[in-house]
């Protein structure tokens, strides 16, 4: 014996916020962005510095101790990589709007790479290797969107 089903579909978008816990260490560097620093942490077997900070060393395989090993770092680095995308990452309510240039950006005194949004320059003017700063955003709230980009020095 067969039973009739109605199936009702709906596509649109829905918006969920999620709360949950990022862990000791980036809680540690969100802490840091809300108060407009930046800080990394360093390995203490290779002196390899983290931004954003890990537990573990990849290199090392060393564990490196939530405690110790925090590094200041400035608002200054250096584009590693680019590209432009119409993209928004972080926008799920408009994905496909005018193009944004996104950069790989080596902080200062670190070894590894964020990606942020490149302010004010035109893809054309853009090189690996130019020397950025951060702009924060003027009200801050320990999460990533603290940092608003980075401009040209
Ligand atoms: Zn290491």
């Known amino acids: 014996m067969s039973e009739e089903k109605v199936i009702v579909a709906?596509?649109?978008?829905?918006?969920?916020?999620?709360?949950?816990?990022?862990?000791?260490?980036?809680?540690?560097?969100?802490?840091?962005?809300?108060?407009?620093?930046?800080?990394?942490?360093?390995?203490?077997?290779?002196?390899?510095?983290?931004?954003?900070?890990?537990?573990?060393?990849?290199?090392?395989?060393v564990v490196i101790p939530l405690e110790e090993n925090w590094v200041d770092l400035p608002e200054t680095g250096t584009i590693m990589n680019f590209t432009t995308t119409p993209y928004r990452v972080n926008d799920r309510s408009s994905r496909k709007t005018k193009d944004w240039t996104i950069g790989m950006i080596q902080i200062d005194g670190s070894n590894t790479s964020i990606i942020y949004r490149l302010l004010n320059m035109e893809p054309e003017d853009v090189k690996i290797g130019m020397k950025v700063k951060i702009e924060w955003n003027e009200s801050t709230k320990g999460d990533p969107s603290d940092i608003k980009g980075f401009t040209k020095v």
């Not at 978008?13 to 949950?20: E, K, V």
């Not at 077997?45 to 060393?57: A, L, N, Q, S, T």
């Open 10 to 61: 709906n596509k649109g978008l829905i918006r969920a916020d999620f709360a949950f816990w990022v862990g000791q260490y980036l809680d540690k560097f969100y802490n840091g962005l809300e108060n407009k620093k930046i800080r990394g942490n360093k390995c203490p077997k290779c002196g390899d510095v983290f931004v954003p900070p890990r537990k573990i060393c990849g290199k090392c395989n």
